[in-house]
Protein backbone atom coordinates (compact mmCIF):
# COMPACT_ATOMS: atom_id res chain seq x y z
CA UNK A 1 0.00 0.00 0.00
CA UNK A 2 1.25 3.11 -0.86
CA UNK A 3 0.41 6.53 1.32
CA UNK A 4 0.93 9.92 0.66
CA UNK A 5 0.15 11.75 4.48
CA UNK A 6 1.17 14.76 3.68
CA UNK A 7 -1.05 16.95 2.64
CA UNK A 8 -1.14 16.24 -1.05
CA UNK A 9 1.03 18.26 -3.38
CA UNK A 10 -1.33 18.12 -6.60
CA UNK A 11 1.20 19.13 -8.71
CA UNK A 12 3.33 16.34 -8.03
CA UNK A 13 0.56 14.02 -8.95
CA UNK A 14 0.35 10.02 -7.46
CA UNK A 15 2.47 6.98 -9.16
CA UNK A 16 0.55 4.79 -11.69
CA UNK A 17 -2.93 3.92 -11.04
CA UNK A 18 -2.67 1.29 -13.36
CA UNK A 19 -1.83 -1.46 -11.03
CA UNK A 20 -3.10 -0.05 -7.78
CA UNK A 21 -6.72 1.47 -7.00
CA UNK A 22 -6.53 4.89 -5.32
CA UNK A 23 -8.52 6.41 -2.87
CA UNK A 24 -9.23 10.14 -1.80
CA UNK A 25 -9.57 10.56 1.45
CA UNK A 26 -10.80 13.80 1.97
CA UNK A 27 -10.88 14.93 5.71
CA UNK A 28 -8.86 17.77 7.68
CA UNK A 29 -7.75 16.46 10.32
CA UNK A 30 -8.24 12.61 10.51
CA UNK A 31 -4.74 10.85 8.92
CA UNK A 32 -6.28 7.70 7.12
CA UNK A 33 -3.03 5.65 8.51
CA UNK A 34 -3.11 6.91 12.63
CA UNK A 35 -2.50 3.32 13.92
CA UNK A 36 -4.94 3.94 16.87
CA UNK A 37 -7.86 3.56 14.83
CA UNK A 38 -8.40 1.61 11.63
CA UNK A 39 -9.79 4.57 9.15
CA UNK A 40 -9.06 2.61 6.23
CA UNK A 41 -11.97 0.58 7.09
CA UNK A 42 -13.82 3.23 5.99
CA UNK A 43 -12.91 2.93 2.42
CA UNK A 44 -15.40 1.39 0.18
CA UNK A 45 -12.14 -0.17 -1.79
CA UNK A 46 -10.89 -1.82 1.27
CA UNK A 47 -7.30 -1.13 2.68
CA UNK A 48 -5.09 -2.49 -0.09
CA UNK A 49 -5.02 1.05 -1.86
CA UNK A 50 -3.34 4.20 -3.26
CA UNK A 51 -4.26 6.45 -0.27
CA UNK A 52 -3.74 10.64 -1.03
CA UNK A 53 -5.12 12.25 1.81
CA UNK A 54 -6.80 15.73 1.14
CA UNK A 55 -7.72 18.54 3.40
CA UNK A 56 -9.99 20.92 1.78
CA UNK A 57 -12.74 21.64 -1.16
CA UNK A 58 -9.52 23.64 -3.13
CA UNK A 59 -7.48 20.68 -2.67
CA UNK A 60 -10.29 18.16 -3.95
CA UNK A 61 -10.80 20.27 -6.82
CA UNK A 62 -7.18 20.69 -7.89
CA UNK A 63 -6.62 16.98 -7.55
CA UNK A 64 -9.15 16.23 -10.14
CA UNK A 65 -8.47 18.72 -12.63
CA UNK A 66 -4.89 17.09 -12.88
CA UNK A 67 -5.42 13.45 -11.98
CA UNK A 68 -8.95 12.66 -13.38
CA UNK A 69 -11.71 10.39 -11.35
CA UNK A 70 -10.08 8.55 -8.54
CA UNK A 71 -10.97 4.86 -7.90
CA UNK A 72 -12.59 5.72 -4.16
CA UNK A 73 -13.77 8.71 -2.01
CA UNK A 74 -13.52 8.79 1.58
CA UNK A 75 -15.79 11.76 2.82
CA UNK A 76 -16.17 14.06 5.69
CA UNK A 77 -18.40 17.01 5.90
CA UNK A 78 -16.34 19.10 8.23
CA UNK A 79 -13.43 20.31 6.64
CA UNK A 80 -12.69 23.40 9.14
CA UNK A 81 -14.73 26.41 9.66
CA UNK A 82 -16.34 28.88 7.68
CA UNK A 83 -15.06 26.78 4.44
CA UNK A 84 -16.56 24.68 2.04
CA UNK A 85 -17.95 21.03 2.89
CA UNK A 86 -17.26 17.03 1.69
CA UNK A 87 -20.86 18.03 0.98
CA UNK A 88 -19.63 20.87 -0.94
CA UNK A 89 -17.31 18.31 -2.40
CA UNK A 90 -19.70 15.77 -3.30
CA UNK A 91 -21.32 18.53 -5.31
CA UNK A 92 -18.32 19.27 -7.80
CA UNK A 93 -17.59 15.31 -8.35
CA UNK A 94 -21.11 15.19 -9.32
CA UNK A 95 -20.49 18.15 -11.70
CA UNK A 96 -17.28 16.99 -13.04
CA UNK A 97 -18.63 13.12 -13.73
CA UNK A 98 -21.06 14.81 -15.89
CA UNK A 99 -18.94 17.05 -17.22
CA UNK A 100 -16.60 14.37 -18.16
CA UNK A 101 -19.24 11.96 -19.23
CA UNK A 102 -18.10 9.85 -16.30
CA UNK A 103 -19.98 7.40 -13.54
CA UNK A 104 -19.81 8.40 -10.09
CA UNK A 105 -16.53 6.43 -8.32
CA UNK A 106 -17.84 4.53 -5.30
CA UNK A 107 -17.71 6.16 -2.07
CA UNK A 108 -18.28 6.28 1.73
CA UNK A 109 -17.73 8.36 4.67
CA UNK A 110 -16.40 8.46 8.02
CA UNK A 111 -17.82 11.42 8.89
CA UNK A 112 -18.93 11.64 12.73
CA UNK A 113 -22.08 13.48 12.17
CA UNK A 114 -24.92 10.73 11.07
CA UNK A 115 -26.89 13.76 9.80
CA UNK A 116 -24.05 15.35 7.19
CA UNK A 117 -22.78 11.57 6.74
CA UNK A 118 -26.12 10.87 5.28
CA UNK A 119 -26.47 14.58 3.78
CA UNK A 120 -23.78 13.66 1.09
CA UNK A 121 -25.02 9.85 0.76
CA UNK A 122 -28.37 11.33 -0.34
CA UNK A 123 -26.95 13.64 -2.64
CA UNK A 124 -24.51 11.24 -4.56
CA UNK A 125 -27.03 8.58 -4.79
CA UNK A 126 -29.75 10.73 -5.90
CA UNK A 127 -27.01 11.86 -8.74
CA UNK A 128 -26.40 8.01 -9.47
CA UNK A 129 -30.17 7.21 -9.58
CA UNK A 130 -30.34 10.13 -12.63
CA UNK A 131 -27.26 9.09 -14.35
CA UNK A 132 -28.73 5.43 -14.38
CA UNK A 133 -31.22 7.08 -16.40
Known amino acids: ?32 LDSRMDWLAYSPLGREVNVVWIKSYSEFRRWLELNGQPDGICFDYN ?11 AQYLISYCRRNKLKLPVWSSQCPNPVEKAKINRLLKSALAVSEH
Open 79 to 89: LGINVPTGYDC
Open 1 to 32: MKVITKPVDITEGIESKNEELTLLWLDDRINP
